[in-house]
């Protein structure tokens, strides 16, 4: 048989793990392909491609950010290829497997739960006697009834094949994230989680997965993802991976991690600040709600102080940036609990700060219990929720406008200190600042217009100009920092209006002649006037900074841009030090 195991990613840069242990688990007694493809290449792109290959079977993986692509591809695939076997696999249909046998009229099997040893044993029917009967986790109509098995025992996950050793992954390590799971299942039971519907935890043979990661960082992988919904919850097993990994990795590889923040010892956290090198590891933490009744309504235990420990732990040692996520829409969370909820992580300073919107997942408790909250949500994939009795959809609204901003301005890492400044010195709380920014963003249009890098500080500008008048100029210097302090040329044209003053002039000729007007790291690179109006900015500013906080002082911003484009440096130094001259 020819066959062909295939998923539509959201991004390039993915790749998706479940087919690959498809294929590692068959690959000794049948001859796959691997095919991937993104929900943003057209559909006709992508049949076109599987039916050159005149596939007998053809197994998709399928999620919420992919069904409907998928369902729209293997429709297309059933009318040019009509004796090809479709089999439909993953998350998104394995609950209410009944719903999607009536809905999927192009797809022959449904693999329920864990697919190694279902995908396996379909094989095995569809090249023998073809008693599908004999498959547990298999669902599918036969004389128009529907068919569905369950699942028996478990996969030892000891005994899987390593799903990384495949020749024609080897060229894309590099370039694209490698994920990787020791584990299968979680010990909690958030009820909005499709985690929860299994219970225990089951790990993969330890030095097996070593051993993967030494030829994934051997043969070029930068970027490994850990997909264990809880990496931390052995003690003693995170410990012996952390070390392992700060013992033999390969410089500029990347480990990120899902965590569960407050039941990280304090202990594990001092052995990273002082053992593992920076950048080395990337913490995914779930913080969800703040709101300790919210929590309890969706059985979620969280001890918010001990999360704060080990936030702020990790910040404070420097080596590990952290992902903190929110979940908008929890049962009972009102607007005002969410704006609580959100300038309580804001407060951490996370490097990233993910601000996503309930789903109503197939087969979780909390899709069950839905009508009892209230809640309308999207029919289709990804069943996000519209409103429920506490936060009508117009606050939604709000939320979102609030999402738009933070990513763009916070997780970007473009505007640091100026969202620095304004959420500490200036605005209510950085919840009001992110939401009034993203209802001025909208009202505005520019949802509906793309940008460049100059038009974000253009906007924020306009913002502050009308939201904080009285602060403008000293926000603008902040903002004039952020942007040079990000590039690694000297700018053409910056996105504020400047002119060759004769004022400037002076202060260039000022430098050149006394550098150590600009302290003596300055001076120390020895430029001439020359090279400083051909390497160098020259702004005016109302800010200073000087170790590490802003004050208000009239003075200059001196930015020198490296010629081999290795970055930039800023000094600053006020205006009364070249008035004495």
């Not at 479709?86 to 697919?115: C, H, K, M, N, Q």
């Not at 390593?162 to 390590?173: A, G, I, K, N, Q």
């Not at 070593?210 to 809880?230: E, S, W």
Request: charge should be negative; glycine fraction near 6%.
């Amino acid at each position: 048989m020819n066959i062909t195991v295939c998923t539509l990613n959201a991004k390039y840069i993915h790749t998706n793990l479940a087919i690959r242990y498809l294929k590692s688990y068959c690959e000794d007694a049948y001859n796959i392909r691997l095919a991937e493809y993104t929900i943003k290449d057209p559909a006709m792109n992508i049949v076109s491609d599987l039916y050159s290959h005149k596939p007998d079977v053809i197994g998709f993986s399928c999620y919420i950010w992919n069904i409907e692509e998928t369902i729209r591809v293997a429709g297309m695939i059933k009318k040019v290829l009509p004796e090809c076997t479709i089999v439909f696999g993953g998350p998104e249909v394995t609950y209410d497997v009944s719903y999607w046998l009536d809905r999927l009229t192009d797809v022959d099997f449904i693999a329920i739960g864990e697919g190694e040893k279902t995908f396996r044993m379909l094989l095995d029917q569809l090249s023998g006697e073809r008693d599908f009967s004999k498959v547990p986790g298999l669902a599918y109509k036969e004389n128009g009834k529907q068919r569905i098995q369950p699942q028996t025992n478990k996969i030892d996950l000891r005994e899987l094949p390593s799903p990384f050793r495949f020749e024609e992954d080897l060229d894309s390590l590099s370039k694209r994230i490698t994920y990787i799971e020791t584990s299968r299942g979680c010990p909690f039971r958030c009820q909005f989680c499709l985690s929860s519907i299994e219970t225990g935890v089951r790990y993969f043979d330890r030095e097996k997965i070593k051993d993967d990661i030494r030829f994934l960082m051997k043969n070029g992988a930068k970027t490994i993802k850990f997909v264990d919904r809880t990496f931390n919850i052995s003690r003693s097993y995170a410990m012996e991976m952390f070390q392992f990994l700060i013992d033999e990795h390969v410089p500029g590889t990347v480990f990120q991690f899902e965590i569960t923040g407050d039941i990280m010892r304090p202990e594990v956290i001092q052995f990273l600040n002082e053992n593992a090198p920076a950048g080395l590891f990337r913490f995914e933490i779930g913080v969800q709600s703040t709101n300790d009744g919210v929590n309890e309504l969706v059985q979620r235990k969280q001890n918010w102080e001990k999360l704060v420990r080990t936030v702020t732990m990790v910040k404070e040692g420097g080596k590990i940036e952290q992902h903190l996520d929110l979940i908008a829409g929890l049962p009972e969370e009102n607007y005002d609990s969410f704006r609580n909820t959100f300038n309580d992580v804001f407060a951490l300073r996370p490097e990233e700060l993910q601000l996503g919107f309930l789903k109503l997942l197939r087969g979780t408790g909390l899709r069950l219990s839905a009508p009892q909250y209230g809640y309308q949500y999207m029919d289709q994939a990804p069943y996000e929720m519209l409103s429920n009795r506490v936060l009508p959809f117009d606050e939604v609204i709000r939320i979102k406008q609030t999402e738009d901003v933070l990513e763009k301005y916070w997780n970007d890492h473009r505007t640091d200190e100026t969202i620095d400044y304004i959420t500490r010195h200036l605005a209510k709380t950085p919840f009001d600042f992110f939401q009034d920014f993203g209802a001025f963003w909208e009202a505005n249009g520019w949802s509906r217009i793309g940008h460049q890098l100059e038009d974000l500080f253009k906007r924020l500008d306009s913002f502050v100009r009308t939201a904080y008048p009285n602060d403008a100029a000293h926000v603008e210097s902040i903002m004039k920092y952020d942007y040079l302090a990000n590039q690694r040329f000297k700018p053409r044209k910056p996105w504020w209006n400047t002119d060759e003053s004769a004022q400037r002039k002076a202060i260039y000729q000022q430098l050149a002649a006394h550098p150590l007007l600009a302290g003596e790291s300055f001076a120390s690179l020895g430029l001439r006037e020359k090279e400083l109006h051909k390497h160098t900015i020259l702004e005016p500013v109302t800010m200073q900074k000087r170790n590490g906080a802003w004050a208000q002082e009239d003075g200059w911003l001196l930015v020198y841009f490296q010629p081999n484009g290795a970055g930039s440096s800023s000094y600053f130094f006020p205006s009364r030090l070249t008035a004495a001259i």
